[in-house]
């Protein structure tokens, strides 16, 4: 029996009959929406609802969007993306004629082994060695070039916003600059921004901005082809949304605060070169080992949206259903990196 929270007319985005195209807020809706059709169309193929018994449909057909294409993962054959085509000619390039999306873990039975792998790997900053990355990659390509210069949005949530945002990052360093939403993205971190008292969490930040300054450093000066990823991707400027109390996401707030607070004591060099790279990579090339990869989680710009209502739970803070909420308080904020002062 289909729960409360897979049925549109119960619990999806209803209120949005009318919407506003350049209402950020309005935006953040669909892009939810979508994601969630991810969700339940393979909720839908798991409990093997056809016809009439299907219940993703309303989930995009709502605001005007048609079912392209079901993106199946190679190993466990589930459903793990979408992409959808606006039915009509965009009047407008805040209306996307297309958006890729991508759903997060599911831990039922069918799902929970292949979609822990990619969890594990996003935690190892291996996902660009998934197949699933790679499938994601071709059809996100191939989007691209059918658009013929149309709007491409990427949207995705948790696992999902981890495969959107290493897309996006690769698309950005091939000249396409796509609009991004990034539901509840994971950011592999010990949970600093838990701790309540303000100058202990400014301390362990600052101490660790100082050590992550030091092997970028000795990083760069160990390297033979030194290649900055934050110049390039400075420019891409995808969307946030972040729970402080969700702690697989909520470390974005202090990444992005804390790098301000650099500047604003006057040591933003040293907070932007902590901030480029984690600490593995940059021990890796200090040490002379192999390491072909940025990490993922890391971004040089970002517009962060905040939800600072109060949340019962876990489950909550972490779902997508907050994001089309037209009530919470949200605080938003872009943080744009500044690629004129950086130190080389």
Same mark, same amino acid.
């Given at each position: 029996?289909?729960? #409360?929270?897979?049925?549109?007319?119960?619990?999806?985005?209803?209120?949005?009959?009318?919407?506003?195209?350049?209402? $950020?807020?309005?935006?953040?809706?669909?892009?939810?929406?979508?994601?969630?059709?991810?969700?339940?169309?393979? +909720?839908?193929?798991?409990?093997?609802?056809? *016809?009439?018994?299907?219940?993703? &449909?309303?989930?995009?057909?709502?605001?005007? +969007?048609?079912?392209?294409?079901?993106? $199946?993962?190679?190993?466990?054959?589930?459903? +793990?993306?979408?992409?959808?085509?606006?039915?009509?000619?965009?009047?407008?390039?805040?209306?996307?004629?297309?958006?890729?999306?991508?759903?997060?873990?599911?831990?039922?039975?069918?799902? !929970?082994?292949?979609?822990?792998?990619?969890?594990?790997?996003?935690?190892?900053?291996?996902?660009?060695?998934?197949?699933?990355?790679? &499938?994601?990659?071709?059809?996100?390509?191939?989007?691209? *070039?059918?658009?013929?210069?149309?709007?491409?949005?990427?949207?995705?949530?948790? &696992?999902?916003?981890?495969?959107?945002?290493?897309?996006?990052?690769? @698309?950005?360093?091939?000249?396409?600059?796509?609009?991004? =939403?990034?539901?509840?993205?994971? +950011?592999?971190?010990?949970?600093? #921004?838990?701790?309540?008292? #303000? !100058?202990?969490?400014? *301390?362990?930040?600052?101490?660790?901005?100082?050590?992550?300054?030091?092997?970028?450093?000795?990083?760069?000066?160990?390297?033979?082809?030194?290649?900055?990823?934050?110049?390039?991707?400075?420019?891409?400027?995808?969307?946030?949304?972040?729970?402080?109390?969700?702690?697989?996401?909520?470390?974005?707030?202090?990444?992005?605060?804390?790098?301000?607070?650099? #500047?604003?004591?006057?040591?933003?060099?040293?907070? !932007?070169?902590?901030?480029?790279?984690? @600490?593995?990579? @940059?021990?890796?090339?200090?040490? *002379?080992?192999?390491?072909?990869?940025?990490? &993922?989680?890391?971004?040089?710009?970002?517009?962060?949206?905040?939800?600072?209502?109060?949340?019962?739970?876990?489950?909550?803070?972490?779902?997508?259903?907050?994001?089309?909420?037209?009530?919470?308080?949200?605080?938003?904020?872009? =943080?744009?990196?500044?690629?004129?002062?950086?130190?080389?």
């Amino acid at each position: 029996m289909a729960s #409360e929270g897979e049925i549109f007319r119960l619990s999806g985005p209803v209120h949005l009959t009318v919407v506003d195209w350049n209402n $950020i807020h309005h935006r953040r809706s669909i892009a939810a929406s979508l994601v969630k059709g991810v969700y339940i169309l393979e +909720f839908d193929r798991q409990q093997n609802r056809h *016809g009439s018994q299907a219940l993703a &449909l309303p989930w995009w057909d709502f605001f005007h +969007f048609k079912l392209n294409q079901v993106l $199946i993962d190679d190993v466990d054959l589930s459903i +793990f993306g979408a992409i959808y085509e606006y039915k009509y000619q965009s009047p407008t390039p805040k209306i996307p004629q297309y958006v890729i999306a991508f759903r997060g873990t599911i831990t039922k039975s069918d799902t !929970r082994s292949q979609d822990f792998k990619l969890d594990l790997q996003c935690i190892r900053n291996t996902l660009h060695q998934s197949s699933r990355f790679q &499938l994601a990659m071709q059809y996100v390509q191939y989007t691209v *070039g059918l658009s013929r210069g149309a709007s491409v949005w990427l949207a995705g949530h948790s &696992l999902g916003s981890a495969m959107a945002l290493l897309v996006g990052k690769d @698309m950005t360093k091939m000249g396409y600059f796509l609009e991004t =939403y990034l539901l509840n993205p994971p +950011f592999p971190s010990l949970p600093v #921004e838990k701790i309540k008292n #303000e !100058r202990v969490k400014l *301390g362990i930040r600052f101490a660790s901005s100082v050590v992550n300054a030091g092997l970028s450093k000795l990083a760069v000066n160990s390297s033979q082809h030194h290649y900055d990823p934050f110049v390039v991707l400075s420019n891409w400027i995808p969307y946030l949304f972040v729970n402080p109390a969700d702690p697989i996401c909520s470390e974005y707030i202090g990444y992005f605060e804390h790098r301000k607070k650099m #500047e604003e004591i006057g040591v933003g060099q040293l907070g !932007r070169l902590a901030t480029k790279d984690s @600490m593995t990579s @940059m021990f890796s090339r200090v040490l *002379g080992l192999e390491s072909d990869s940025e990490a &993922l989680h890391l971004l040089p710009s970002a517009y962060l949206t905040i939800n600072r209502g109060q949340v019962p739970d876990f489950n909550a803070a972490h779902g997508l259903h907050q994001w089309w909420n037209p009530y919470f308080p949200c605080q938003s904020v872009l =943080y744009k990196y500044n690629t004129t002062t950086c130190i080389e």
